[in-house]
Protein backbone atom coordinates (compact mmCIF):
# COMPACT_ATOMS: atom_id res chain seq x y z
CA UNK A 1 0.00 0.00 0.00
CA UNK A 2 2.57 2.20 1.38
CA UNK A 3 4.78 1.43 -1.99
CA UNK A 4 2.54 2.53 -4.33
CA UNK A 5 1.05 5.58 -2.75
CA UNK A 6 5.23 6.55 -2.93
CA UNK A 7 4.91 5.57 -6.59
CA UNK A 8 1.69 7.46 -7.24
CA UNK A 9 2.75 10.59 -5.80
CA UNK A 10 6.30 10.15 -7.55
CA UNK A 11 4.45 10.27 -11.05
CA UNK A 12 2.08 13.32 -9.61
CA UNK A 13 4.97 15.72 -9.42
CA UNK A 14 6.28 15.65 -12.77
CA UNK A 15 6.97 19.52 -12.42
CA UNK A 16 9.74 18.67 -9.90
CA UNK A 17 11.17 16.18 -12.48
CA UNK A 18 11.70 18.68 -15.18
CA UNK A 19 15.23 20.15 -16.03
CA UNK A 20 16.29 23.63 -13.97
CA UNK A 21 16.58 25.82 -17.48
CA UNK A 22 12.48 24.31 -18.28
CA UNK A 23 11.50 25.22 -14.34
CA UNK A 24 13.19 28.37 -15.07
CA UNK A 25 11.15 29.04 -18.19
CA UNK A 26 7.83 28.11 -16.19
CA UNK A 27 8.54 30.27 -12.96
CA UNK A 28 9.61 33.25 -15.24
CA UNK A 29 5.72 34.11 -15.78
CA UNK A 30 5.36 34.80 -11.67
CA UNK A 31 6.74 37.33 -9.64
CA UNK A 32 9.60 37.05 -7.99
CA UNK A 33 8.18 36.76 -4.31
CA UNK A 34 6.02 33.35 -5.54
CA UNK A 35 9.13 32.13 -6.83
CA UNK A 36 11.18 32.21 -3.27
CA UNK A 37 8.33 31.18 -1.84
CA UNK A 38 8.92 27.70 -3.66
CA UNK A 39 11.62 27.00 -1.35
CA UNK A 40 9.25 25.69 0.81
CA UNK A 41 7.56 22.71 -1.48
CA UNK A 42 10.26 20.22 -1.15
CA UNK A 43 14.33 19.90 -1.22
CA UNK A 44 14.49 19.77 -5.10
CA UNK A 45 13.10 23.13 -4.60
CA UNK A 46 15.31 24.73 -1.98
CA UNK A 47 17.48 26.42 -3.76
CA UNK A 48 16.11 26.76 -7.19
CA UNK A 49 14.96 30.28 -6.85
CA UNK A 50 18.69 31.19 -5.98
CA UNK A 51 19.73 30.32 -9.76
CA UNK A 52 17.14 31.82 -11.60
CA UNK A 53 18.24 33.56 -14.83
CA UNK A 54 14.84 35.53 -15.29
CA UNK A 55 13.79 37.80 -12.69
CA UNK A 56 10.18 39.14 -12.71
CA UNK A 57 9.35 41.85 -10.24
CA UNK A 58 5.79 42.33 -11.13
CA UNK A 59 3.53 43.49 -8.76
CA UNK A 60 -0.30 45.21 -9.08
CA UNK A 61 1.22 47.75 -6.24
CA UNK A 62 3.94 48.68 -4.13
CA UNK A 63 1.87 49.38 -1.00
CA UNK A 64 5.15 49.04 1.26
CA UNK A 65 7.67 50.09 -0.65
CA UNK A 66 10.33 49.80 2.30
CA UNK A 67 9.24 46.20 3.21
CA UNK A 68 9.87 45.22 -0.65
CA UNK A 69 13.13 47.28 -0.88
CA UNK A 70 14.05 45.26 2.21
CA UNK A 71 12.79 41.90 0.42
CA UNK A 72 15.10 43.21 -2.80
CA UNK A 73 18.20 43.69 -0.46
CA UNK A 74 17.75 39.96 1.13
CA UNK A 75 16.68 38.24 -2.19
CA UNK A 76 20.24 40.04 -4.22
CA UNK A 77 22.40 38.90 -1.22
CA UNK A 78 21.30 35.50 -1.20
CA UNK A 79 21.34 34.91 -4.66
CA UNK A 80 23.87 32.43 -6.59
CA UNK A 81 25.66 35.50 -8.02
CA UNK A 82 27.93 33.06 -10.47
CA UNK A 83 24.39 32.71 -12.34
CA UNK A 84 23.92 35.43 -15.07
CA UNK A 85 20.84 37.63 -15.18
CA UNK A 86 19.38 37.11 -18.62
CA UNK A 87 16.31 39.12 -18.12
CA UNK A 88 14.01 41.09 -15.69
CA UNK A 89 10.91 42.02 -15.86
CA UNK A 90 9.83 45.48 -14.07
CA UNK A 91 6.10 46.42 -13.66
CA UNK A 92 4.10 48.27 -10.73
CA UNK A 93 2.36 50.79 -9.75
CA UNK A 94 3.97 52.71 -7.45
CA UNK A 95 3.80 56.02 -5.35
CA UNK A 96 5.49 58.96 -5.47
CA UNK A 97 8.03 57.49 -2.52
CA UNK A 98 11.82 57.86 -2.24
CA UNK A 99 11.82 54.18 -1.63
CA UNK A 100 10.54 52.97 -4.66
CA UNK A 101 13.51 54.75 -6.16
CA UNK A 102 15.55 52.96 -3.89
CA UNK A 103 14.74 49.53 -5.36
CA UNK A 104 13.82 50.34 -8.64
CA UNK A 105 17.82 51.73 -8.49
CA UNK A 106 18.70 48.21 -6.60
CA UNK A 107 17.38 46.34 -8.96
CA UNK A 108 19.30 47.93 -12.31
CA UNK A 109 22.61 48.31 -10.46
CA UNK A 110 22.54 44.18 -10.03
CA UNK A 111 20.75 43.73 -13.40
CA UNK A 112 23.48 45.49 -14.88
CA UNK A 113 26.15 44.18 -13.46
CA UNK A 114 25.30 40.96 -14.34
CA UNK A 115 25.10 41.38 -17.98
CA UNK A 116 21.47 41.53 -18.40
CA UNK A 117 20.72 40.88 -21.73
CA UNK A 118 16.53 41.61 -21.71
CA UNK A 119 14.77 44.23 -20.05
CA UNK A 120 11.56 45.01 -19.71
CA UNK A 121 10.30 47.88 -17.69
CA UNK A 122 6.04 48.59 -17.33
CA UNK A 123 5.35 51.29 -14.53
CA UNK A 124 3.09 53.87 -13.34
CA UNK A 125 4.17 56.32 -11.20
CA UNK A 126 1.89 58.36 -8.72
CA UNK A 127 3.98 61.67 -9.93
CA UNK A 128 4.48 63.80 -13.17
CA UNK A 129 7.74 61.95 -13.93
CA UNK A 130 10.40 59.01 -13.39
CA UNK A 131 13.63 59.95 -13.74
CA UNK A 132 15.75 56.84 -14.24
CA UNK A 133 19.43 56.43 -13.79
CA UNK A 134 22.29 57.62 -15.59
CA UNK A 135 23.60 54.01 -16.04
CA UNK A 136 20.22 52.89 -17.97
CA UNK A 137 21.86 54.63 -21.28
CA UNK A 138 24.76 52.36 -21.45
CA UNK A 139 25.05 48.67 -21.07
CA UNK A 140 27.41 46.06 -23.24
CA UNK A 141 25.41 42.83 -22.51
CA UNK A 142 22.33 44.09 -22.88
CA UNK A 143 20.12 43.20 -26.63
CA UNK A 144 16.45 43.90 -25.99
CA UNK A 145 15.17 47.16 -23.91
CA UNK A 146 11.35 47.79 -23.69
CA UNK A 147 10.20 50.60 -21.24
CA UNK A 148 6.50 51.15 -21.41
CA UNK A 149 4.24 53.32 -19.20
CA UNK A 150 0.79 51.96 -17.84
CA UNK A 151 -2.14 54.07 -18.52
CA UNK A 152 -4.51 55.36 -15.71
CA UNK A 153 -7.86 55.82 -17.54
CA UNK A 154 -9.20 58.79 -15.69
CA UNK A 155 -5.96 60.64 -16.53
CA UNK A 156 -3.87 58.48 -19.04
CA UNK A 157 -1.51 61.50 -20.43
CA UNK A 158 -0.89 63.33 -16.74
CA UNK A 159 1.99 60.63 -16.08
CA UNK A 160 5.19 59.61 -18.36
CA UNK A 161 8.78 58.83 -17.85
CA UNK A 162 11.16 61.52 -18.22
CA UNK A 163 14.24 60.06 -18.95
CA UNK A 164 17.27 62.32 -19.03
CA UNK A 165 19.34 60.95 -21.52
CA UNK A 166 22.72 62.11 -22.88
CA UNK A 167 23.20 62.51 -26.25
CA UNK A 168 23.44 59.37 -27.12
CA UNK A 169 22.83 55.64 -25.55
CA UNK A 170 25.58 53.35 -25.47
CA UNK A 171 24.38 49.73 -26.36
CA UNK A 172 26.59 48.19 -28.98
CA UNK A 173 24.95 44.31 -28.36
CA UNK A 174 21.61 46.10 -28.22
CA UNK A 175 19.06 44.37 -31.12
CA UNK A 176 15.72 45.34 -30.46
CA UNK A 177 14.51 48.35 -28.84
CA UNK A 178 10.89 49.64 -27.81
CA UNK A 179 9.70 53.20 -26.18
CA UNK A 180 6.24 53.97 -25.40
CA UNK A 181 5.12 56.99 -23.60
CA UNK A 182 8.93 58.05 -22.48
CA UNK A 183 9.73 61.61 -22.44
CA UNK A 184 12.94 62.22 -23.76
CA UNK A 185 15.24 65.33 -22.02
CA UNK A 186 18.44 65.42 -23.78
CA UNK A 187 21.19 67.66 -22.57
CA UNK A 188 20.72 71.46 -23.56
CA UNK A 189 22.98 71.76 -25.65
CA UNK A 190 21.34 68.81 -28.23
CA UNK A 191 17.88 70.72 -27.97
CA UNK A 192 18.13 71.40 -32.42
CA UNK A 193 19.50 67.59 -33.75
CA UNK A 194 20.68 64.58 -31.69
CA UNK A 195 21.64 61.03 -32.77
CA UNK A 196 20.10 59.03 -30.01
CA UNK A 197 20.98 55.50 -31.33
CA UNK A 198 24.39 55.95 -33.19
CA UNK A 199 26.26 54.20 -30.65
CA UNK A 200 23.90 51.11 -31.45
CA UNK A 201 25.30 49.56 -34.40
CA UNK A 202 23.99 46.39 -33.51
CA UNK A 203 20.31 48.00 -33.53
CA UNK A 204 17.47 45.44 -35.67
CA UNK A 205 14.03 46.95 -34.45
CA UNK A 206 13.37 50.48 -33.25
CA UNK A 207 10.11 51.52 -31.77
CA UNK A 208 9.27 54.41 -30.68
CA UNK A 209 5.72 54.94 -30.00
CA UNK A 210 3.86 58.28 -28.04
CA UNK A 211 7.02 59.62 -27.11
CA UNK A 212 7.73 63.29 -26.03
CA UNK A 213 11.56 63.97 -27.75
CA UNK A 214 12.94 67.79 -26.96
CA UNK A 215 14.95 68.38 -30.18
CA UNK A 216 14.16 69.45 -33.66
CA UNK A 217 15.56 66.98 -36.07
CA UNK A 218 16.06 63.03 -34.73
CA UNK A 219 18.42 61.31 -36.79
CA UNK A 220 18.45 57.63 -37.16
CA UNK A 221 21.62 56.13 -38.63
CA UNK A 222 21.86 52.47 -37.68
CA UNK A 223 23.40 50.12 -40.80
CA UNK A 224 21.69 47.58 -39.50
CA UNK A 225 18.28 48.75 -38.53
CA UNK A 226 15.34 46.36 -40.58
CA UNK A 227 12.29 47.23 -39.38
CA UNK A 228 11.11 51.10 -37.59
CA UNK A 229 8.13 52.41 -36.78
CA UNK A 230 7.68 55.95 -35.58
CA UNK A 231 4.56 56.71 -34.08
CA UNK A 232 2.60 59.91 -32.33
CA UNK A 233 5.83 61.04 -31.50
CA UNK A 234 5.22 64.81 -29.60
CA UNK A 235 7.77 67.37 -28.69
CA UNK A 236 9.54 70.23 -31.28
CA UNK A 237 10.72 67.29 -33.64
CA UNK A 238 10.37 68.64 -37.31
CA UNK A 239 12.66 66.53 -39.25
CA UNK A 240 13.19 63.02 -38.92
CA UNK A 241 16.22 61.79 -40.81
CA UNK A 242 16.54 58.53 -41.84
CA UNK A 243 20.09 56.90 -42.78
CA UNK A 244 19.45 52.87 -42.40
CA UNK A 245 21.13 51.26 -46.31
CA UNK A 246 18.91 47.63 -44.55
CA UNK A 247 15.90 48.76 -43.65
CA UNK A 248 13.09 46.75 -45.01
CA UNK A 249 9.56 47.77 -43.12
CA UNK A 250 8.98 51.64 -42.42
CA UNK A 251 5.68 52.38 -40.76
CA UNK A 252 4.67 56.24 -39.44
CA UNK A 253 2.03 56.94 -37.85
CA UNK A 254 0.69 60.91 -36.77
CA UNK A 255 -2.15 61.84 -34.34
CA UNK A 256 -1.86 65.19 -35.86
CA UNK A 257 -5.33 65.64 -35.45
CA UNK A 258 -5.26 65.61 -31.71
CA UNK A 259 -1.68 67.13 -31.50
CA UNK A 260 -2.00 69.50 -34.51
CA UNK A 261 0.94 71.60 -32.85
CA UNK A 262 3.72 68.30 -32.80
CA UNK A 263 2.91 66.22 -36.24
CA UNK A 264 2.12 69.04 -38.66
CA UNK A 265 4.50 70.22 -41.72
CA UNK A 266 7.17 67.74 -40.29
CA UNK A 267 9.44 65.86 -42.92
CA UNK A 268 11.33 62.87 -43.41
CA UNK A 269 14.34 62.49 -45.11
CA UNK A 270 15.08 58.84 -45.82
CA UNK A 271 17.67 56.89 -47.32
CA UNK A 272 16.38 53.11 -47.36
CA UNK A 273 17.30 51.71 -50.51
CA UNK A 274 16.47 48.22 -49.69
CA UNK A 275 13.20 49.31 -48.43
CA UNK A 276 10.33 47.25 -49.20
CA UNK A 277 7.17 47.85 -47.35
CA UNK A 278 6.39 51.24 -46.30
CA UNK A 279 2.86 52.79 -44.47
CA UNK A 280 1.99 55.68 -43.17
CA UNK A 281 -1.30 56.97 -41.65
CA UNK A 282 -1.31 60.62 -41.28
CA UNK A 283 -3.97 63.74 -41.01
CA UNK A 284 -2.04 65.76 -43.13
CA UNK A 285 0.29 64.80 -46.35
CA UNK A 286 3.54 63.21 -46.24
CA UNK A 287 6.25 65.23 -46.54
CA UNK A 288 8.65 62.98 -48.02
CA UNK A 289 12.80 63.28 -49.55
CA UNK A 290 14.34 60.39 -50.41
CA UNK A 291 16.46 59.01 -53.07
CA UNK A 292 13.65 56.98 -54.63
CA UNK A 293 12.94 53.22 -52.81
CA UNK A 294 14.29 50.78 -55.50
CA UNK A 295 13.21 47.74 -53.71
CA UNK A 296 9.32 48.80 -52.34
CA UNK A 297 7.18 46.35 -53.24
CA UNK A 298 4.05 47.55 -51.14
CA UNK A 299 3.18 51.13 -49.93
CA UNK A 300 0.02 51.87 -47.45
CA UNK A 301 -0.51 55.55 -48.20
CA UNK A 302 -3.27 57.25 -46.00
CA UNK A 303 -3.84 60.94 -44.94
CA UNK A 304 -7.35 61.58 -43.89
CA UNK A 305 -7.57 65.22 -44.49
CA UNK A 306 -5.87 66.04 -47.87
CA UNK A 307 -5.73 69.92 -48.57
CA UNK A 308 -3.03 70.04 -51.65
CA UNK A 309 -3.09 68.11 -54.06
CA UNK A 310 0.59 69.52 -54.89
CA UNK A 311 1.63 67.14 -52.19
CA UNK A 312 0.42 64.25 -53.08
CA UNK A 313 1.48 64.62 -56.77
CA UNK A 314 5.17 65.64 -55.07
CA UNK A 315 5.12 62.02 -52.79
CA UNK A 316 3.69 59.72 -55.52
CA UNK A 317 6.46 59.48 -58.01
CA UNK A 318 9.04 58.59 -54.92
CA UNK A 319 7.32 55.61 -55.16
CA UNK A 320 7.65 54.88 -58.83
CA UNK A 321 8.81 51.30 -58.32
CA UNK A 322 6.18 49.87 -55.90
CA UNK A 323 4.35 46.87 -56.93
CA UNK A 324 1.65 46.88 -54.44
CA UNK A 325 -0.19 50.81 -53.88
CA UNK A 326 -2.93 51.19 -51.65
CA UNK A 327 -4.69 54.73 -51.12
CA UNK A 328 -7.35 56.39 -49.29
CA UNK A 329 -10.03 57.18 -51.21
CA UNK A 330 -9.68 60.85 -49.84
CA UNK A 331 -6.53 61.20 -51.36
CA UNK A 332 -8.10 60.19 -54.83
CA UNK A 333 -10.93 62.63 -54.43
CA UNK A 334 -8.58 65.35 -53.71
CA UNK A 335 -6.44 64.95 -56.42
CA UNK A 336 -9.66 64.18 -59.27
CA UNK A 337 -10.86 67.50 -57.88
CA UNK A 338 -7.35 68.86 -59.27
CA UNK A 339 -7.52 67.08 -62.84
CA UNK A 340 -5.21 69.77 -63.96
CA UNK A 341 -2.42 68.91 -62.58
CA UNK A 342 -1.96 65.57 -64.16
CA UNK A 343 -2.73 67.19 -67.67
CA UNK A 344 1.38 67.00 -68.48
CA UNK A 345 3.30 64.34 -66.07
CA UNK A 346 3.39 60.97 -67.26
CA UNK A 347 2.63 57.52 -65.19
CA UNK A 348 5.52 57.29 -62.45
CA UNK A 349 4.21 53.54 -61.62
CA UNK A 350 6.04 51.01 -64.37
CA UNK A 351 6.09 47.64 -61.74
CA UNK A 352 2.46 48.24 -60.50
CA UNK A 353 0.55 45.18 -59.78
CA UNK A 354 -2.11 46.17 -58.02
CA UNK A 355 -3.86 49.30 -56.84
CA UNK A 356 -6.10 49.64 -53.96
CA UNK A 357 -8.66 52.34 -52.81
CA UNK A 358 -10.51 52.65 -49.53
CA UNK A 359 -12.73 55.30 -47.39
CA UNK A 360 -11.32 56.34 -44.10
CA UNK A 361 -14.46 58.32 -43.18
CA UNK A 362 -18.37 57.21 -44.10
CA UNK A 363 -18.61 60.71 -45.57
CA UNK A 364 -17.39 62.87 -48.23
CA UNK A 365 -15.80 66.18 -47.91
CA UNK A 366 -16.15 66.65 -51.95
CA UNK A 367 -19.51 67.75 -54.03
CA UNK A 368 -21.98 64.99 -54.07
CA UNK A 369 -21.67 64.30 -57.92
CA UNK A 370 -17.21 63.65 -57.45
CA UNK A 371 -17.47 61.95 -53.99
CA UNK A 372 -16.01 58.21 -54.35
CA UNK A 373 -15.23 59.13 -58.41
CA UNK A 374 -11.50 58.52 -59.87
CA UNK A 375 -11.11 60.98 -63.00
CA UNK A 376 -10.21 59.82 -66.41
CA UNK A 377 -6.66 62.04 -65.74
CA UNK A 378 -5.89 60.30 -62.26
CA UNK A 379 -6.74 56.73 -63.91
CA UNK A 380 -4.24 57.26 -66.31
CA UNK A 381 -1.79 58.75 -64.45
CA UNK A 382 -1.67 56.33 -61.71
CA UNK A 383 -2.19 53.02 -64.47
CA UNK A 384 -0.88 54.18 -68.07
CA UNK A 385 2.14 52.52 -67.12
CA UNK A 386 0.89 49.34 -65.66
CA UNK A 387 -1.92 48.78 -67.89
CA UNK A 388 -2.60 45.27 -66.36
CA UNK A 389 -2.61 46.29 -62.91
CA UNK A 390 -5.66 44.95 -60.96
CA UNK A 391 -7.60 47.54 -59.47
CA UNK A 392 -9.67 47.26 -55.95
CA UNK A 393 -12.19 50.61 -55.44
CA UNK A 394 -13.98 50.00 -51.90
CA UNK A 395 -16.89 52.62 -52.04
CA UNK A 396 -18.75 53.97 -48.90
CA UNK A 397 -21.29 52.15 -48.90
CA UNK A 398 -18.80 48.56 -49.46
CA UNK A 399 -17.51 50.21 -45.62
CA UNK A 400 -20.98 50.60 -44.34
CA UNK A 401 -22.38 47.46 -45.08
CA UNK A 402 -19.01 45.54 -43.41
CA UNK A 403 -20.00 48.04 -40.70
CA UNK A 404 -23.22 46.67 -40.02
CA UNK A 405 -23.00 43.35 -40.60
CA UNK A 406 -20.34 43.07 -38.05
CA UNK A 407 -22.56 45.19 -35.95
CA UNK A 408 -25.81 42.58 -36.38
CA UNK A 409 -23.64 39.93 -35.92
CA UNK A 410 -22.93 40.83 -32.31
CA UNK A 411 -26.10 42.03 -31.47
CA UNK A 412 -26.94 38.85 -32.72
CA UNK A 413 -24.36 36.52 -30.52
CA UNK A 414 -25.40 38.91 -27.25
CA UNK A 415 -29.60 38.65 -27.89
CA UNK A 416 -28.32 34.63 -28.41
CA UNK A 417 -26.44 34.52 -25.19
CA UNK A 418 -29.57 36.40 -23.20
CA UNK A 419 -32.28 34.05 -24.83
CA UNK A 420 -30.34 31.23 -23.90
CA UNK A 421 -30.03 32.80 -20.12
CA UNK A 422 -33.57 33.91 -19.98
CA UNK A 423 -34.51 30.42 -21.23
CA UNK A 424 -33.01 28.42 -18.61
CA UNK A 425 -33.90 30.72 -15.70
CA UNK A 426 -37.69 30.47 -17.28
CA UNK A 427 -37.77 26.66 -17.43
CA UNK A 428 -36.06 26.03 -13.78
CA UNK A 429 -38.64 28.63 -11.99
CA UNK A 430 -41.25 26.60 -13.91
CA UNK A 431 -40.05 23.42 -12.90
CA UNK A 432 -40.49 24.50 -9.09
CA UNK A 433 -43.60 25.05 -9.33
CA UNK A 434 -44.61 22.43 -11.49
CA UNK A 435 -43.11 20.74 -8.73
CA UNK A 436 -45.20 22.49 -5.72
CA UNK A 437 -48.60 22.15 -7.68
CA UNK A 438 -48.16 17.98 -7.97
CA UNK A 439 -47.22 18.17 -4.07
CA UNK A 440 -50.42 20.39 -3.48
CA UNK A 441 -52.72 17.86 -5.49
CA UNK A 442 -51.00 14.85 -3.78
CA UNK A 443 -51.46 16.58 0.02
CA UNK A 444 -47.69 16.62 0.15
CA UNK A 445 -46.74 19.18 2.54
CA UNK A 446 -44.86 21.64 0.91
CA UNK A 447 -42.43 23.89 3.44
CA UNK A 448 -43.93 27.89 3.40
CA UNK A 449 -40.44 29.15 2.52
CA UNK A 450 -40.26 27.10 -0.54
CA UNK A 451 -43.75 28.49 -2.10
CA UNK A 452 -42.80 31.83 -1.18
CA UNK A 453 -39.25 31.55 -2.90
CA UNK A 454 -40.99 30.43 -5.74
CA UNK A 455 -43.40 32.71 -6.22
CA UNK A 456 -41.15 35.51 -5.09
CA UNK A 457 -38.45 34.58 -8.02
CA UNK A 458 -41.13 33.95 -10.39
CA UNK A 459 -42.72 37.79 -9.80
CA UNK A 460 -38.59 38.93 -10.40
CA UNK A 461 -38.40 37.25 -13.54
CA UNK A 462 -41.92 38.98 -15.11
CA UNK A 463 -40.65 42.22 -13.48
CA UNK A 464 -37.66 42.65 -15.10
CA UNK A 465 -37.88 44.36 -18.57
CA UNK A 466 -35.35 42.11 -20.47
CA UNK A 467 -37.40 38.72 -19.76
CA UNK A 468 -40.59 40.57 -21.38
CA UNK A 469 -41.24 39.76 -24.20
CA UNK A 470 -41.20 43.61 -25.78
CA UNK A 471 -37.71 43.61 -24.38
CA UNK A 472 -36.78 40.61 -26.47
CA UNK A 473 -38.82 42.06 -29.56
CA UNK A 474 -36.86 45.23 -29.14
CA UNK A 475 -33.97 43.35 -29.92
CA UNK A 476 -35.01 41.40 -32.97
CA UNK A 477 -36.36 44.93 -34.41
CA UNK A 478 -33.30 46.46 -34.03
CA UNK A 479 -31.43 43.44 -35.56
CA UNK A 480 -33.81 43.85 -38.51
CA UNK A 481 -33.52 47.58 -38.99
CA UNK A 482 -29.17 46.51 -39.94
CA UNK A 483 -30.32 43.44 -41.82
CA UNK A 484 -32.52 45.53 -44.18
CA UNK A 485 -29.53 47.94 -44.99
CA UNK A 486 -27.24 45.06 -46.16
CA UNK A 487 -26.66 43.77 -49.43
CA UNK A 488 -28.03 40.26 -50.33
CA UNK A 489 -24.42 38.63 -50.36
CA UNK A 490 -23.80 40.48 -46.57
CA UNK A 491 -27.41 39.24 -45.13
CA UNK A 492 -26.62 35.50 -46.96
CA UNK A 493 -23.28 35.33 -44.87
CA UNK A 494 -25.20 35.69 -41.20
CA UNK A 495 -28.31 34.21 -42.31
CA UNK A 496 -27.93 31.15 -40.52
CA UNK A 497 -27.14 32.38 -37.16
CA UNK A 498 -30.27 34.42 -38.02
CA UNK A 499 -32.71 31.27 -38.66
CA UNK A 500 -31.53 29.83 -35.48
CA UNK A 501 -32.19 33.17 -33.55
CA UNK A 502 -35.48 33.35 -34.99
CA UNK A 503 -35.93 29.63 -33.77
CA UNK A 504 -34.67 30.12 -30.15
CA UNK A 505 -36.56 33.49 -29.84
CA UNK A 506 -39.94 31.82 -30.39
CA UNK A 507 -39.24 28.77 -27.95
CA UNK A 508 -38.61 31.85 -25.59
CA UNK A 509 -41.31 34.02 -26.29
CA UNK A 510 -44.03 30.82 -25.92
CA UNK A 511 -42.19 30.18 -22.29
CA UNK A 512 -42.78 34.31 -21.33
CA UNK A 513 -46.16 33.44 -22.33
CA UNK A 514 -46.27 30.72 -20.16
CA UNK A 515 -44.62 32.37 -17.36
CA UNK A 516 -46.84 35.22 -17.89
CA UNK A 517 -49.99 33.53 -17.54
CA UNK A 518 -48.67 31.24 -14.66
CA UNK A 519 -48.06 34.25 -12.42
CA UNK A 520 -51.38 36.40 -13.31
CA UNK A 521 -53.40 33.15 -12.47
CA UNK A 522 -51.93 33.25 -9.29
CA UNK A 523 -52.48 36.69 -8.39
CA UNK A 524 -55.56 36.28 -9.58
CA UNK A 525 -56.07 33.09 -7.40
CA UNK A 526 -54.99 35.21 -4.22
CA UNK A 527 -57.44 37.90 -5.38
CA UNK A 528 -60.28 35.45 -5.02
CA UNK A 529 -59.22 34.34 -1.89
CA UNK A 530 -58.92 37.66 -0.39
CA UNK A 531 -62.10 38.72 -1.44
CA UNK A 532 -63.90 35.64 0.21
CA UNK A 533 -62.31 35.97 2.97
CA UNK A 534 -63.70 39.36 3.34
CA UNK A 535 -67.18 38.32 2.51
CA UNK A 536 -67.13 35.64 5.03
CA UNK A 537 -66.18 38.35 7.50
CA UNK A 538 -68.63 40.53 6.87
Not at 113 to 139: R, T
Not at 380 to 396: C, F, H, K, Q
Amino acid sequence: MDSSNGKKNVEEDRLSSLPDDLIYKILAFIGIEYVVQTSVLSSRWRFIWTSMPYLNFSREKIYHPHKFSKFITHFFSSRNNQTKVSSVKLSFHGEDNQDVDVFVQQIMEYAFSHNIQQLNVACLFDKYGVEFPHFLSSSQSLKHLSVTKEHVSATPYLRTYVVKAPSTWEFPALTTLYLHDVHLCCDETTDKCIDLFSKCPNLKSLTIKSCYMGVKVLSICLPLLSNLTLESIRGGVKVFNIVSPQLKNLTMKSDSQYYPRYARDRQYQIYAPDLVFLLYRGYDHLQLYTNGFLSLEKADICVSSPKDAHEVLHLLPQLHNVKSLTLNLEIVEQLSSSVELMSHPPSPFVNLRSLKIYPTSEHSRVEKHKSGKMSAELKRYLLDASPGAIVTMVSREDVRAIKNTRLAQNLTTKLMALLQRVRSNIETIMAKIYEQRKAQVDKVIVADWNVHWCWKILSERVEKREEKPSGVISKLNEILKLLRTLPASNRATIQPSISTLWAEADIVMNLMTDLMKMYFDEKRRHLSVCCHELATTL
